[in-house]
């Protein structure tokens, strides 16, 4: 099984840069995906983790440590549009392509 | 661009009805997978399909099947409708190419049943 663990809800001012955390315990380790999904929409790919270290990506940025079991997106220069809930999924199992998402963390972005 | 549709954005049915829930992609992805999302749950995997006639369970597999007769249309089934299943329903696709297993969602079917 998997164990995925990130914030419930966090709130950052406009222009700010905040970071969201996850850490997870899986077996078969192979990858992990962070997923955008606004209120009352589908979740959308935001990046993709494989090896330790930072990508990035525009304003959006993800950091993954294999050995720690911890990924973070880093997301600067917010803007209102920013406010959403962010998923972590880590995907399980060499050959497996089955991501489990987590409960999410519901980012506000506040003026 | 991926597209992956579902069938409708809203439904409400009734307890004991059998309920039918479609979803299509356009991208020729070999994989398919069924969520459910509920508050405080989050996105939690019914059923997925490596491919075509192929079908697996999820965590949570009970009283929901699936149907996949086409690559690209992948179909899951409520054959008794019970309130507990008032949910948002997703659907989505990706490829089975090493490297991304990105998955691409459709919009969603919010199910309510009475």
């Known amino acids: 099984g998997q164990n995925i663990d990130q914030p419930t809800e966090m709130t950052a001012t406009e222009g700010a840069i905040v970071q969201i955390n996850c850490t997870y315990q899986t077996s078969g380790f192979n990858g992990l995906f962070w997923y955008q999904q606004h209120a009352g929409e589908a979740p959308t790919f935001l990046s993709y983790n494989v090896l330790d270290g930072l990508e990035e990506k525009g304003r959006f940025s993800s950091f993954l440590s294999r050995s720690k079991g911890y990924s973070y997106l880093l997301l600067k220069e917010l803007q209102m549009k920013d406010s959403a809930s962010y998923l972590c999924a880590p995907v399980s199992g060499a050959g497996s392509y089955q991501l489990t998402f987590g409960k999410g963390t519901k980012l506000s972005v506040i003026p | 661009d991926v597209k992956v549709t579902q069938s409708s954005r809203y439904l409400v049915k009734r307890t004991g009805e059998k309920v039918f829930l479609e979803c299509v992609q356009d991208?020729?992805?070999?994989?398919m997978f069924w969520y459910r999302q509920d508050p405080g749950l989050g996105l939690r995997l019914i059923y997925f399909?490596?491919?075509?006639?192929?079908?697996e369970k999820g965590d949570i597999p009970e009283g929901y099947s699936v149907s996949r007769e086409k690559k690209e249309r992948f179909s899951l089934i409520l054959e008794s409708a019970s309130t507990s299943q008032t949910s948002m329903y997703l659907c989505a696709s990706s490829s089975r190419d090493r490297g991304t297993d990105t998955q691409y969602f459709g919009p969603g079917t919010r199910l309510t049943v009475l």
């Open positions: 399909s490596y491919d075509v006639k192929m079908k």
């Open positions: 991208m020729d992805h070999e994989n």
